[in-house]
């Protein structure tokens, strides 16, 4: 049970928010076990044999303009007509900076009439967001099987949420704004190519799984979505951030790898306070430990639900 601080805040450790999370995520209950059974250890040695045989190319595609752009983006003296050229050589690209540009929040007094006036109304934030999303939607959304549509919309919620934190956080401590934009929104990845496993190979038991045989899938979703960014050549800080945060026992010592970390957790909170699933305002500080104070996580939160408000 979770301990009551005398402010009336449960503590609830990282390893509780994180198998609520994979729960929600999943549509599965709760589980009195803690360690798996002989048959989830069993599908757990099944499913680390297909994921080394996991074709990375059976994931939607990214645009062979997108490593060059994201180098011209890092840049803020980028022209619009270099941004526009560039777009201009991806025709999905190109029909998602006009309707973007299109839609009411855009929307200009002059009409939009070429590519270059979309991309300069945009900005390069703007242009660096929808590139990511554009990319990145699809990706965690493509899920097949019983449990991949609800999966994949829930997977994209808290990639919208942990980019957003990721981003905030990175602010405070020196990141690359668009690289920890990017590590927030790709951070699950591979937990769709495990809810297609799953979806095969999931124990068929009157128990729901066992706190233990989740962690482990998380572990396996966690080094197939590091394998995932190094197949794309994304940015080196991000794979980095990424690769140290596989052992719990070690935690991140990069400053991307702590926001990642952080946002991961503060994205899986917020997402689970905005469908009831978690109790009250939980103390999300894990202790001495964390690379970040207490106030200034407070604010990050403040921040999630401003932008992320709870609608039911």
Known sequence: MPVITPASQPVLARAEIEDRFHRFVLGLPDSSGGEPSPAELA????????????????????????????????????????????????????????????????????????????????????????????????????????????????LWDHAERCAHACAWLGRNNGCDAFEAYLAGIIRHTGTGAVVRLLDQWMPTVDEPPSPGFLAGCAGLAARLSLQAAQYWELPSQVTDAMAAGHDPASPPSSPLGKALAMANLLAMAQLLAEHGRLPGDPDLHQGGAEPYAPALLARCRQDLKNNFPVTN
């Open 43 to 154: 599908t757990l040695k099944r499913l680390e044999s297909l994921s080394t045989r996991f074709d990375m190319r059976s994931l939607p595609r990214l645009p062979s303009v997108l490593p060059q752009l994201l180098r011209t983006l890092k840049s803020d003296d980028a022209a619009g007509g270099q941004l526009a050229k560039l777009v201009g050589r991806d025709p999905l690209m190109v029909g998602e900076v006009m309707r973007v540009t299109g839609s009411v929040y855009y929307r200009s007094a002059q009409p939009i009439t070429s590519l270059q006036q979309a991309v300069v109304l945009l900005g390069q934030d703007g242009l660096r967001r929808m590139l990511t999303q554009h990319v990145m939607k699809p990706i965690l959304q493509a899920n097949a099987g019983a449990l991949g549509h609800a999966a994949g919309a829930r």
